[in-house]
């Protein structure tokens, strides 16, 4: 459930209670960040912050109560903090904090305080906005000028940049991914601050750095993000090989493109064409192993020959580093980072179908986003060169379906396994089962069988005849050769 504009949030039954329990404890309540940024810019709604001042789980304990669906809270009473989910949304509730700094420490002691202390410690003026539920309901707090920073789409801090971003050095990426996902500037003494401040990345977990920058990626301008991550020195730090492929070298008046702006901007390619983060991961990494690969041969200029199963490699370690899951997200990404050249071979000259088929076999399920990737890839600043490999792609998409159809490749997985052999001449698991299995397999994908469990039991029986096997449990309505 998602909602849009301030209107929708006031009218939720659960706002007006909460009005309610505000009002019946004596509690001044508010509406505050996110949701009034996102109401007031017309955005949709998912999370809602209330602040009081007073205990935050006291009064979601009571306003819990007061709710229809008395719904289960989970209290962070170490944080001042608690949530709870109604009618589809989920709330957070917090009581108000101030900040103070003793004179030999830059790490703030967090207390109770007012509704001024809590929103100056907030992160940007954008998010330090406050509507107040009760006592006045319908009161804008901007102590910040927060709307005037909204309305000129500019992310400052609401105190000095550096002592907001010792507070939780993770800010500086949040300024960044609110930049890729708003469209927003950030003002110049917040960038310096974060340029200057860079190297505190270093004390927050990678958890919490793989959210932020997951959405950077999924933003509507990612590009924008990952290069203030580059200029502030920020991904050096968190990604430093994504950071290798900047630059451009010249060899006997031959250079080769930046291979990290060529990166962004196939990320960027990606974002009206698709919203699935994994394929935006494989976008990025595509490239990834270029600087290991990189040489100049004469007569030829730069090569990067191997890059993309280099490129594959690394992946896992990647994946480790920024703690993503080590599942079959990870491997769809190698396989489209291991396969991103195979599509532009195939477009360059007339392919036999038998081509087609180890394409589909190999890539599988991932085919649609590697066509995709293979699209976005293409950067160059001629639009006419651009058209030409759109529509060789567009061509071998149509081949890639019509082989795919014809031989029932798509999602292909062989007529037989390795279970169906063992049974038939009563195998031990070994060579001979797989030397089998492989040779089934290739013959389906060199036309010389069709995708079709007769045809390959057939051949299985062949091959082991030709191996000296004896047939132990006959394949049923199959003579045996």
């Known amino acids: 459930m998602s909602l849009i504009g301030l209107d929708a949030i006031l009218n939720l039954p659960a706002i007006q209670t909460a009005s309610q329990t505000a009002a019946r404890l004596k509690m001044p309540c508010y509406l505050v960040g996110g949701v009034l940024r996102d109401a007031l810019l017309h955005r949709p709604i998912k999370d809602i912050d209330l602040l009081v001042v007073g205990n ?17 809270v989970h209290m962070f009473r170490n944080f001042g903090t608690a949530m709870l989910e109604t009618g589809q949304l989920q709330f957070e509730v917090v009581g108000a904090r101030r900040e103070s700094y003793h004179s030999d420490s830059r790490k703030p002691v967090v207390t109770d305080g007012t509704l001024e202390d809590d929103l100056s410690r907030r992160d940007f003026t954008v998010n330090a906005l406050a509507y107040e539920l009760y006592p006045q309901p319908g009161q804008w707090i901007d102590l910040f000028q927060g709307i005037h ?57 990678m958890e919490r750095i793989t959210e932020e920058f997951n959405k950077i990626l999924l933003s509507q301008r990612p590009a924008k993000g990952l290069g203030l991550l580059y200029d502030t020195g920020l991904l050096a730090l968190i990604f430093p090989e994504l950071t290798r492929l900047q630059g451009v070298k010249i060899v006997q ?72 899951p080590l599942d079959s997200t990870m491997t769809k990404v190698q396989n489209l980072v291991r396969l991103h050249l195979r599509p532009i071979a195939l477009t360059k000259s007339k392919v036999s179908d038998s081509a087609m088929r180890r394409l589909l076999f190999e890539v599988g399920e ?113 003579h045996q050769v």
């Open 56 to 72: 935050g789980p006291d009064f979601a304990g009571e306003w819990a109560k007061d709710l229809k669906d008395q719904p289960k």
């Open 149 to 205: 920073d909204l309305e000129d789409g500019i992310l400052i801090t609401p105190l000095e940049p550096d002592l907001t971003f010792s507070d939780d050095p993770l800010r500086m990426m949040r300024a960044i991914r609110f930049a890729a996902q708003l469209g927003f500037e950030v003002h110049p003494e917040t960038l310096a601050a974060i340029t200057r401040g860079a190297e505190r990345i270093r004390i927050v977990s």
């Open 253 to 324: 008046g031959k250079g080769h493109k930046d291979n990290f702006y060529h990166t962004l901007q196939v990320v960027e390619n990606l974002v009206l064409r698709s919203e699935d983060l994994w394929l935006r991961w494989a976008a990025l990494l595509h490239d990834i192993a270029k600087p290991q690969t990189q040489r100049f041969e004469d007569g030829v200029g730069w090569t990067f020959h191997g890059h993309e199963e280099l490129g594959a490699r690394m992946v896992p370690n990647i994946f480790r580093h920024f703690k993503l």
């Open 366 to 478: 991932d085919i649609d986003d590697l066509m995709e990737l293979c699209r976005a890839d293409i950067t160059s600043k001629n639009e006419a060169k651009v058209k030409r490999y759109l529509q060789n792609f567009e061509d071998l998409d149509r081949r890639l379906r019509e082989v795919s159809e014809a031989d029932r490749m798509r999602l292909w997985q062989p007529p037989l396994g390795g279970a169906e052999i063992m049974a038939t001449f009563g195998l031990e698991p070994g060579r001979q089962v797989g030397l089998i299995k492989n040779k089934i397999r290739q013959a389906i994908l060199d036309g010389a069988i069709e995708n079709d469990p007769e045809q390959a039991t057939q051949l299985m029986l062949r091959l082991g005849q030709e191996l000296g096997l004896q047939v132990q449990n006959p394949p049923s309505n199959i």
